[in-house]
Structure formats: C-alpha cells, structure tokens
C-alpha cells in the first residue's frame, strides 16, 4: 500500500530531516512556497508540513484537499492557516505554541531581537549608509549606551525571557507586562503595561497574533510611550497600528523601530511603513527572519513529523 502524503514546503535541508523522521511511514512531497503548485499538489495530501509561511492556507485551499486530517506549521504563530475552516472539518492544527519540549532550547528569534534592538540603538544603518556613501563623519551618528537604561517586554514567555537575560548581560533593567505569566523571573520586573509604556527607552513586542492582542499597541499606547524610545517587534505586524507606528516615527516621539514582521506580509511592496523605510534610517525591516536559522529549523520540522506521525496513528 503506498503510503499517505505529507505536503512539505519549507528549506530543502530541511527536507532531507523530514524524509528521515518519518522513516517510510509517509510519502513526502516538497512543493515550492507559491499559490499554484501548493494548490496542485494539496489535493492528494493527507497531511501539511509549512516551514515556509509564505503561501496562505486558506478555506480554498483546505476545501481542495479532500484526504486532508492534519496541519501542522513549523511555527508558534500560524495566522497565514485559516484555523476554523480546518476545525470546520475537523483537521486539527499543529503549531509549536505551548510546545516547551523543543521551544526552551531554540534562541533565534530572541538573538534576532537584540539584533534589531542594537542595530536601532547604534544608528547601524544610517551609519553603514554614510559609509558606502563615501562618508566617515562619526558626530552625525551616536549611540544609546545600554547600561543603565530600560527594556520593556510586552510579553514575556520564552523570547521576552531570553531578551531579559541579553538586557542583564548589558547592565539594563527589565520591566515586564504579561498577563499570562505566572512564573515571573527575577530578571523581569512586573509592571502595568502603562507603566512599561511610560518607563521603557526600549519596548520589545513579543507576543502571539489573538484577537486580544491584535493592535494591542495602538495610537492611544504608542502616544503614552517614553518621548526617543525605541520599539522592537519581531511577533506578528498585527498586534500594533502600524499607521499609528509610522506617525509615531514621522513625528519622533519614537526614535526609531526594528520590525522583522509586517501586517499583510509576504505582499508589502506598498505597505507604507516598507515605503517609509526607503528614505528613513530610523526604521529598520527584515523579512520575517528571526526564527529561521538552519539549525533551528531541522529541529522543528523533525520535532513536529513525529507530531504528525502520532496525529495519524503511524509512529
């Protein structure tokens, strides 16, 4: 009998750990992360590995896949999958949210943030800039000293811990708003949120995608933030009002921002703040980057075939 499909979309090293985590016991079939093929290819599948977050899984595309019993994303955040249209059949979803397990050792995505926190704090792209420019005027470009200053996590479960303990290495102190959190490290103080705004020269976003939290920061939060701060998000793009962001950068009540995620991504060609960005050095943007290291990933996509292997009764 041959064996049930797995759709895979994601790295092709990745795809090599996959082949060997479901021992034969599946049919892999990588596809490229676009529309058409991924389309094509979901017929016949029977269960969907997304490492690559670029192709929206949406109630179209679960319809076209008749045969279809698990999704699984290589993720914590999985907003790109329509959730309901899958729990309207009955597919349950697999993300990595809650799975400490193998989230505990993964540290891109926090090491990503300091990036983005350092890189804001330093001017790095003005300054690399005015280099390539021909430029070595290094007046035009100082730096936040980082001892003694304030780190406000919005969220502070594993990413926001790990940035508590970079802050520590650095001579910050950590404010923290979280819910959730009943645990609270002695790295991390708890405050209101209100508070963290008020205080924090920097603000570090590192919370899921829910309806709660979509545009958490707005205008009103934004405005209550400490004149010069810097904001990072490396989370999902909506959980802030990025119109009420870009003002907040046009006006400089925010210094700057490094963002690694855009509301409506992967198709930001004319997302105003991807424009803004084109003549301002004090935004920073990656491309949904910060989780995806090679190592991490392999991790992942073996960590969760075998989730998908018990989901089907094949482990």
Request: charged letters at 20%; hydrophobic letters at 50%; one cysteine or more.
């Amino acid at each position: 009998m041959t064996p049930p499909v797995l759709l895979y979309s994601g790295p092709e090293d990745a795809a090599a750990v996959l082949q060997a985590a479901v021992k034969g016991r599946m049919t892999i079939r990588t596809v490229l992360p676009e529309r058409a093929p991924f389309r094509a290819a979901i017929a016949d599948a029977v269960a969907v590995l997304d490492a690559s977050m670029r192709v929206p899984i949406d109630a179209e595309m679960i319809a076209a896949a008749p045969g279809l019993r698990v999704v699984a994303t290589a993720t914590t955040g999985a907003d790109h999958i329509d959730a309901a249209a899958l729990a309207g059949r009955g597919i349950p979803l697999l993300t990595l949210q809650g799975q400490t397990e193998i989230l505990r050792g993964l540290t891109p995505a926090a090491e990503h943030s300091w990036l983005l926190l350092m890189a804001c704090a330093r001017q790095l792209r003005a300054a690399t800039d005015h280099v390539l420019g021909g430029g070595w005027e290094r007046t035009r470009f100082p730096g936040v000293m980082l001892r003694g200053r304030i780190l406000g996590l919005v969220g502070c479960g594993r990413i926001g811990q790990w940035m508590a303990l970079y802050a520590q290495a650095f001579g910050m102190k950590v404010l923290g708003s979280d819910p959730y959190l009943s645990a609270w490290p002695a790295t991390i103080e708890n405050v209101p949120l209100a508070h963290l705004l008020a205080s924090a020269d920097f603000i570090s976003v590192h919370v899921p995608l829910t309806p709660e939290t979509r545009r958490m920061l707005g205008r009103d939060e934004l405005a209550r933030a400490k004149p010069g701060a810097i904001l990072v998000n490396t989370s999902r793009g909506g959980v802030l009002d990025e119109a009420a962001l870009l003002d907040a950068l046009e006006s400089g009540r925010l210094a700057a921002a490094g963002l690694d995620v855009l509301d409506g991504e992967p198709d930001v060609g004319d997302h105003p703040l991807r424009r803004y960005a084109e003549t301002h050095a004090n935004l920073v943007i990656t491309p949904h980057i910060a989780g995806f290291s090679p190592d991490a990933v392999r991790q992942v996509v073996a960590f969760t075939a075998t989730r998908i292997l018990r989901e089907l009764d094949l482990a």
